[in-house]
């Protein structure tokens, strides 16, 4: 494996699991990539 897509909401357990990835990663020798997206407010 040589990168990890993390998708995340930014959320306190995001976080938690951001470490855990990061752990991860690091055993592994691998990159992560952080994936964020949201969807905007339309107004009426």
């Known amino acids: 494996m040589k990168t990890i897509l993390f998708p995340t909401d930014f959320s306190p357990v995001a976080e938690n699991a951001l470490r855990f990835a990061y ?10 990539v952080l994936f964020h997206a949201y969807h905007p407010q339309l107004m009426d």
């Open 23 to 32: 752990e991860l990663a690091d055993r592994l020798g691998a990159g992560i």
